[in-house]
């Protein structure tokens, strides 16, 4: 009886082992299925990242050339149309590939295939809509041998307060509701004072540079940013400032011409008698012939060295003749440097030079300067040592490192910033040669105690032109935009 019991119990136990099988390999086919589509997703994830970051950096590839092509010294500069622009006016850069089954155009509002800008019309809703102007112009290869990235167009327009959504100015009245862009400015474009965006009129405007991108796969990007030129703020107090380091024994010095009735003058009053080459601009308060930054420096100019004999060919800015000033300077805060300053002056050489149109290493002459450079295209050079001129005439800002010589036949309008610690203006019999702008001279001298001033010199022979003139208008083209500042960025849903 026991032994039929125990065969009839292994019988009823037979099987098991295959539904444990069976489950066991079940739940690894589900685990399996499961890991099998978590990796999938993160497949799809990763190429929708990887299309939108290369649809995302094709569309900043636009904006930056785009920013690029707004500085004159750009070889691609627009020149069509800038440094301003009216509102409605529209700049396209286009980018169509030649695979295009429809090539991108973005005025071809009736066809999305053709990538239109329709966020324009977003942006301009009541005025300027559509575009009373619109230049097109191509991109410009990024890198030789290599194609551009993928972004269709730029487009680069003026703004107002509606079109960016932002009232610069907090003169808008009301609490902003469902249309509250109604209560913006839509008539006036925007500008950049050097800090803030602003309604004032000032002599930079402010642009929007928008990109559309778009790839193969039908990814696209929107991005724009509101851009404004940053230029050099050099402040000048007077028509020639001589920075001495405030000691007797090194102060500054400015030795007039030896002959009797000398033509050489300095003249404080805006575009007093110089030749501004034909700009225009209002006249700004006078200031001092020749201002210096200590007593010492007043004393040796003013009293030993311009008292006599033609004192009266030093005048400007309300001072008793020769004026001589120890002038209140107050450093502007907006300002690239404090010319009173030594070290703030060894900061402000590399700004200049990596803004700048020619960098040259010195000793230079005229033949040395920039064939581009014209009344109508003034540049900033930098020469990085002596410079000496002859019969030649610039234009823009000039810094240079070393000292400067030139002939009384020669010239300059904008700014002129020497720091070797000498000019000296040599005889030119007859001549006429002139500077309209702004004069500055020091003796910059570095070490291991750091920078500081030493004893400047301004030599004028005989016959040695018609001297200096402050001039407002050469010194504000000298100072010509060197970067567009990004103000804002944002990404636009597209369509």
Same mark, same amino acid.
């Given at each position: 009886?026991?032994?039929?019991?125990?065969?009839?119990?292994?019988?009823?136990?037979?099987?098991?082992?295959?539904?444990? $099988?069976?489950?066991?390999?079940? &739940?690894?086919?589900?685990?399996?299925?499961?890991?099998? $589509?978590?990796?999938?997703?993160?497949? @799809?994830?990763?190429?929708?990242?990887?299309?939108?970051?290369?649809?995302?950096?094709?569309?900043?590839?636009?904006?930056?050339?785009?920013?690029?092509?707004?500085?004159?010294?750009?070889?691609?500069?627009?020149?069509?149309?800038?440094?301003?622009?009216?509102?409605?006016? #529209?700049?396209?850069?286009?980018?169509?590939?030649? @695979?295009?089954?429809?090539?991108?155009?973005?005025?071809?509002?009736?066809?999305?295939?053709?990538?239109?800008?329709?966020?324009?019309?977003?942006?301009?809703?009541?005025?300027?809509?559509?575009?009373?102007?619109?230049?097109?112009?191509?991109?410009?290869?990024?890198?030789?041998?290599?194609?551009?990235?993928?972004?269709?167009?730029?487009?680069?327009?003026?703004?107002?307060?509606?079109?960016?959504?932002?009232? %610069?100015?907090?003169?808008?009245?009301?609490?902003?509701?469902?249309?509250?862009?109604?209560? &913006?400015?839509?008539?006036?474009?925007?500008?950049?004072?050097?800090?803030?965006?602003?309604?004032?009129?000032?002599?930079?405007?402010?642009?929007?540079?928008?990109?559309?991108?778009?790839?193969?796969?039908?990814?696209?990007?929107?991005?724009?940013?509101?851009? +404004?030129?940053?230029?050099?703020?050099?402040?000048?107090?007077?028509?020639?400032?001589?920075?001495?380091?405030?000691?007797?024994?090194?102060?500054?010095?400015?030795?007039?011409?030896?002959?009797?009735?000398?033509?050489?003058?300095?003249? +404080?009053?805006?575009?007093?008698?110089?030749?501004?080459?034909?700009?225009?601009?209002?006249?700004?308060?006078?200031?001092?012939?020749?201002? #210096?930054?200590?007593?010492?420096?007043?004393?040796?100019?003013?009293?030993?060295?311009?008292?006599?004999?033609?004192?009266?060919?030093?005048?400007?800015?309300?001072?008793?003749?020769?004026?001589?000033?120890?002038?209140?300077?107050?450093?502007?805060?907006?300002?690239? !440097?404090?010319?009173?300053?030594?070290?703030?002056?060894?900061?402000?050489?590399?700004? !200049?030079?990596?803004? $700048?149109?020619?960098?040259?290493?010195?000793?230079?002459?005229?033949?040395?300067?920039? @064939?581009?450079?014209?009344?109508?295209?003034?540049?900033?050079?930098? !020469?990085?040592?002596?410079?000496?001129?002859?019969?030649?005439?610039?234009?823009?800002?000039?810094? %240079?490192?070393?000292?400067?010589?030139?002939?009384?036949?020669?010239?300059?309008?904008?700014? #002129?910033?020497?720091?070797?610690?000498?000019?000296?203006?040599?005889?030119?019999?007859?001549?006429?040669?002139?500077?309209?702008?702004?004069?500055?001279?020091?003796?910059?001298?570095?070490?291991?105690?750091?920078?500081?001033?030493?004893?400047?010199?301004?030599?004028?022979?005989?016959?040695?032109?018609?001297?200096?003139?402050?001039?407002?208008?050469?010194?504000?083209?000298?100072?010509?935009?060197?970067?567009?500042?990004?103000?804002?960025?944002?990404?636009?849903?597209?369509?």
């Amino acid at each position: 009886m026991r032994e039929k019991r125990k065969r009839r119990t292994r019988k009823e136990q037979a099987g098991v082992a295959l539904l444990l $099988a069976i489950f066991i390999l079940l &739940l690894v086919a589900v685990v399996g299925l499961a890991m099998m $589509a978590a990796s999938g997703t993160e497949t @799809s994830l990763t190429a929708n990242y990887r299309s939108s970051t290369s649809a995302y950096y094709a569309a900043l590839s636009g904006l930056e050339e785009g920013r690029g092509r707004l500085l004159p010294r750009n070889p691609n500069y627009l020149n069509c149309c800038l440094p301003t622009l009216p509102l409605g006016q #529209v700049i396209y850069i286009t980018n169509p590939l030649a @695979s295009d089954p429809v090539p991108s155009d973005p005025t071809n509002y009736g066809n999305a295939a053709a990538y239109p800008d329709t966020e324009y019309a977003q942006e301009f809703r009541r005025a300027f809509n559509p575009p009373s102007s619109i230049v097109k112009t191509p991109s410009v290869q990024s890198l030789p041998g290599f194609a551009n990235p993928l972004y269709k167009w730029v487009r680069i327009n003026a703004i107002d307060e509606e079109a960016i959504l932002v009232d %610069v100015n907090n003169t808008d009245p009301g609490p902003p509701d469902s249309f509250w862009f109604t209560q &913006l400015n839509f008539v006036q474009p925007i500008y950049f004072d050097g800090k803030n965006l602003t309604r004032v009129v000032t002599p930079y405007q402010a642009l929007a540079v928008t990109a559309l991108a778009a790839l193969p796969d039908k990814s696209t990007k929107l991005l724009q940013y509101v851009v +404004g030129p940053v230029a050099l703020q050099i402040p000048i107090s007077a028509a020639l400032t001589i920075a001495g380091p405030g000691l007797v024994a090194d102060a500054a010095v400015f030795n007039q011409p030896s002959m009797p009735n000398y033509t050489f003058s300095i003249y +404080g009053d805006d575009q007093a008698t110089g030749d501004n080459g034909g700009l225009t601009c209002p006249a700004k308060p006078s200031l001092p012939a020749i201002g #210096v930054f200590n007593h010492a420096d007043y004393v040796n100019v003013h009293d030993n060295k311009l008292l006599t004999p033609q004192p009266g060919n030093y005048t400007g800015g309300g001072v008793a003749i020769p004026s001589v000033s120890p002038s209140p300077y107050v450093h502007p805060s907006n300002s690239t !440097v404090d010319m009173t300053d030594p070290i703030s002056l060894s900061i402000f050489l590399p700004i !200049v030079r990596n803004a $700048a149109d020619a960098v040259l290493n010195g000793p230079r002459t005229e033949a040395d300067m920039p @064939s581009a450079m014209s009344a109508t295209n003034p540049m900033t050079v930098y !020469v990085n040592g002596d410079l000496s001129l002859n019969s030649f005439t610039g234009y823009g800002l000039l810094v %240079v490192r070393g000292n400067f010589t030139y002939t009384g036949d020669s010239g300059w309008k904008g700014i #002129v910033i020497v720091l070797g610690g000498t000019i000296t203006v040599t005889n030119a019999p007859g001549s006429n040669g002139e500077f309209d702008g702004a004069v500055y001279l020091a003796n910059l001298t570095t070490g291991g105690g750091g920078a500081a001033f030493g004893e400047a010199t301004y030599n004028v022979a005989n016959h040695a032109g018609k001297g200096i003139y402050y001039d407002s208008c050469w010194v504000s083209a000298a100072l010509k935009p060197f970067t567009y500042k990004v103000i804002s960025f944002r990404e636009i849903p597209y369509p």
